[in-house]
């Protein structure tokens, strides 16, 4: 049974167990139903064999070795790959401007922290990935436990996965993928390459880009190390079973014909408003569905600015070449065209 029909289930067993609001007593009455399914594990209902088969599930999906869900974000998916494959005093080589669990997951882990840089492109104010010769040479000389890599960065350019497997093959170095901002990837032909299952272990949050709600995220690992005894270090005992039902409905749309449709539907918008918007220059990224812009005369911060104040418009991230705006499978025609209406304006 799926996790969601599990927990709509009715139970005649009177609960002296946590939590204690027993799916009834609500303070927020916008979230009546968010109490109806919040259990824990008892013996009236344990959802904890669900779950076990809807992280199979999917699994199967990814065609991964083993898929975790995460209720905590990819903070804690990094964390968890790092605590599984690395030791005390093992290096790891991470990107220096990498998110900052990066650094808290080799802190954790009492190992030592090589960093990289990686390339930049001057025009957009952006970083690109690092050199793989630049790389290899590092995993050379340092022979790290492992590296991890952003793919893609916040802008949405992807490393060579494949060939980055390779080198670290030659060190016996665990590749580490940060595909937070990648989850899409593996539904849809026209983006980028997932590295769901080249890669030894890869994070995705399904909140960024997915449709799913905070901060759920999914840890991939393709080892045969034992990832669930660093799970049990860093998670709490309760989760939250309708977030992790939410992440079973959110894996099962994505990959269902609706939920492929709708990511080409939105590819294919960008794409429109792209060709519409002769007065934009546009990075020529790999992800399509992160929009980093320019506007000749203006600087990055400026654009934003406008953006926000003359058209009510807010970006993500901006610098002061760029701007950038994120999409993703909530992103519909509709706010699209907003974009596109203000765009043309600029
Ligand atoms: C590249 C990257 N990795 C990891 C994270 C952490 O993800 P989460 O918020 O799902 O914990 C973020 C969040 O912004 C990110 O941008």
Same mark, same amino acid.
């Given at each position: 049974?799926? !996790?969601?029909? &599990? #927990?709509? @289930?009715?139970?005649? +067993?009177? %609960?002296?167990? =946590? ?5 009834? $007593? ?108 630049? !790389?290899?040479? &590092? #995993?050379? @000389?340092?022979?790290? +436990?492992? %590296?991890?890599? =952003? ?5 949405? $350019? ?112 960008? #794409? ?75």
């Amino acid at each position: 049974m799926s !996790l969601l029909n &599990l #927990l709509k @289930k009715k139970f005649f +067993k009177t %609960l002296f167990t =946590t939590p204690s609001h027993s799916q009834k $007593f609500f303070l927020l009455s916008k979230f009546r139903q968010f109490y109806k399914y919040d259990i824990s594990e008892t013996d009236t209902h344990n959802p904890q064999v669900a779950l076990k088969s809807a992280e199979e599930k999917a699994s199967k999906i990814y065609q991964t070795k083993k898929t975790h869900f995460l209720t905590n974000g990819s903070t804690s998916g990094i964390i968890t790959a790092v605590l599984t494959c690395v030791k005390r005093n093992d290096k790891v080589l991470i990107w220096k401007d990498a998110h900052i669990c990066h650094q808290n997951a080799v802190k954790l882990a009492g190992a030592e922290p090589i960093f990289y840089e990686t390339n930049y492109d001057e025009s957009f104010g952006i970083s690109k990935p690092a050199d793989i010769n630049y !790389l290899e040479s &590092l #995993l050379q @000389k340092y022979k790290p +436990k492992a %590296l991890i890599i =952003t793919s893609p960065t916040y802008e949405g $350019f992807v490393s060579d996965i494949k060939a980055l497997k390779q080198i670290c093959e030659k060190t016996n170095t665990y590749l580490i993928v940060d595909e937070a901002h990648g989850a899409l990837y593996p539904f849809s032909e026209k983006l980028p390459q997932s590295s769901v299952n080249i890669a030894d272990f890869v994070v995705q949050s399904l909140h960024k880009t997915a449709g799913g709600l905070n901060p759920t995220a999914l840890l991939h690992n393709n080892t045969d190390l034992n990832s669930e005894k660093a799970l049990e270090m860093i998670n709490t005992t309760s989760p939250s079973y309708p977030l992790l039902a939410s992440i079973e409905k959110n894996i099962n749309y994505l990959n269902s014909s609706k939920g492929r449709k709708k990511i080409n539907e939105l590819i294919q918008n960008i #794409l429109n408003l792209k060709n519409n918007c002769p007065n934009i220059e546009f990075c020529n990224n790999d992800d399509i569905t992160k929009i980093v812009i320019k506007v000749k005369g203006i600087s990055g911060f400026e654009l934003s600015e406008k953006l926000y104040d003359e058209f009510n418009i807010e970006d993500e991230k901006t610098n002061e070449k760029s701007t950038m705006l994120l999409t993703g499978i909530g992103t519909d025609k509709q706010k699209l065209n907003r974009l596109e209406q203000s765009l043309k304006k600029l």
